[in-house]
């Protein structure tokens, strides 16, 4: 059987022509995500992730900077995650007190007196995750003296289980994939009176994901300062990675409202065998589509077969290209990041955070990826910006890749690096 390709890629015309979206500018409106962002540093282990930039890289590959903005290690947690849970958990208790985040801040929460915990009830949070959201939800309850039920689907990792409970979570394995778990959790919670704190949306349950979406802006408001600080202005490129796709919207979003006449162009970027946006787009009928089955790719944080609507929306108007890779682009993108180029940091990338870095190397060193790349103006005046949204959240599958060399680059694809 011929090996996958490492890259194929569909043209958002749709976006292209007109990138704005109501609900992004809804979202994200001037002032918002400052405000959320002071309210994540009221957490008290809260610091800025660091923006990582490659220059020997970059050189290599005939950009002008690619910076990496590193969530391997937000508070301790190995992933960009908690910034929507905590935020959205936060929200969901001002709207149950009617309270207002003048009333209570997040600092309150974490400090509570016991006035306030009356005021508040003992609401359980539950949610759905294949590892990292399910974690940070956990982290956030627990920290804030509430209990939280995490459910997973039967092929999550033992670490990433370990995990939840290390930040004290109680799990539930659902027989299925993260879609099931995603259903599963929604009826138990309306038969139990749980609050669940979802990263995707559905008819009549949108605010929680929105403030997900929203609570992820603090990453960008930081790299917006990191950039300032190496005078530069904005990136001239995004790419991110996508499972339910909130991630991406909040990315693409954010930056669309921020420099509206000048938006950066952005490539999604999925898995191969999750690739419910790709597949979206290349229905185009500008609404979001399924995947099923097993979702069976190494990138367990993108293994999701249906888009977030919300998510998806702001894509549609915003998205510039949306990409698959095989399992293989991701773990090649793990060693680069774990062995760099003299001069450039080392970073620890898990699967799901080392795939955008995986596409843009194949975009700009595959020969079948010309088009791509001169679509994208891909050249020595670009600055790319990457996210790496999670470090070793699963030691095992990390070690198997990092050190034994697992999922190689097929024969054919092999990139012959002279020195
Ligand atoms: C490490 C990591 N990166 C990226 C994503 C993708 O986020 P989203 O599901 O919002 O597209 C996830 C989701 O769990 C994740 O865990």
């Known amino acids: 059987m011929k090996p996958e390709i490492p890259l194929q890629w569909i043209k958002n015309e749709h976006a292209l022509q007109n990138p704005r979206s109501s609900l992004a500018q809804e979202l994200f409106p001037p002032g918002l995500p400052q405000r959320i962002r002071e309210l994540h540093s009221e957490i008290p282990s809260y610091g800025m992730s660091p923006l990582k930039s490659l220059p020997a890289l970059a050189r290599r590959l005939g950009v002008g900077g690619i910076w990496v903005k590193d969530e391997s290690a937000r508070f301790s947690l190995n992933s960009f995650k908690v910034l929507g849970g905590s935020y959205a958990i936060y929200k969901k208790l001002l709207q149950r007190s009617q309270l207002t985040d003048e009333n209570l801040t997040l600092h309150d929460l974490l400090n509570l007196d016991g006035e306030l915990r009356k005021g508040l009830g003992s609401p359980i949070f539950a949610t759905a995750t294949d590892g990292n959201h399910g974690t940070g939800v956990a982290w956030a309850a627990s920290k804030m003296g509430f209990r939280s039920i995490i459910y997973v689907h039967h092929r999550t990792t033992k670490d990433r289980i370990e995990g939840i409970k290390r930040n004290g979570g109680e799990v539930v394995i659902v027989d299925g994939n993260y879609d099931d778990a995603v259903r599963q959790v929604n009826d138990d919670a309306r038969r139990n009176g749980w609050e669940v704190i979802s990263d995707t949306s559905w008819r009549g349950y949108e605010d929680v994901p929105k403030w997900i979406m929203q609570g992820y802006s603090t990453m960008f408001v930081e790299t917006q300062e990191q950039f300032a600080a190496q005078g530069i202005r904005r990136p001239t490129h995004l790419f991110v990675q996508a499972g339910v796709g909130s991630l991406a919207a909040a990315a693409i979003g954010y930056y669309s409202v921020l420099f509206e006449d000048n938006v950066p162009l952005s490539v999604v970027v999925e898995p191969t065998k999750a690739a419910c946006l790709y597949k979206s787009m290349e229905i185009n009928d500008g609404q979001p589509h399924n995947v099923t089955g097993e979702l069976d790719t190494i990138m367990a944080g993108?293994?999701?077969?249906?888009?977030?609507?919300?998510?998806?929306?702001?894509?549609?108007?915003?998205?510039?290209?949306?990409?698959?890779?095989?399992?293989?682009?991701?773990?090649?993108?793990?060693?680069?990041?774990?062995?760099?180029?003299?001069?450039?940091?080392?970073?620890?990338?898990?699967?799901?955070?080392?795939?955008?870095?995986?596409?843009?190397?194949?975009?700009?060193?595959?020969?079948?990826?010309?088009?791509?790349?001169?679509?994208?103006?891909?050249?020595?005046?670009?600055?790319?910006?990457?996210?790496?949204?999670?470090?070793?959240?699963?030691?095992?599958?990390?070690?198997?890749?990092?050190?034994?060399?697992?999922?190689?680059?097929?024969?054919?694809?092999?990139?012959?690096?002279?020195?």
Not at 319 to 345: E, N, Q, S, W
Request: proline share 8%; net charge negative.
């Open 302 to 419: 993108l293994a999701c077969g249906e888009p977030n609507p919300l998510a998806w929306e702001t894509l549609y108007n915003c998205a510039d290209f949306f990409a698959i890779c095989p399992d293989y682009v991701a773990a090649k993108a793990m060693r680069v990041y774990g062995m760099p180029l003299p001069g450039d940091p080392f970073i620890v990338s898990g699967e799901s955070g080392a795939v955008t870095l995986g596409a843009l190397m194949f975009a700009m060193e595959y020969d079948g990826a010309r088009q791509l790349r001169e679509e994208l103006s891909l050249n020595r005046d670009s600055q790319v910006l990457l996210i790496n949204s999670e470090g070793n959240t699963s030691p095992e599958e990390f070690r198997s890749v990092v050190w034994e060399g697992g999922m190689p680059v097929p024969e054919e694809f092999k990139i012959h690096y002279n020195a």
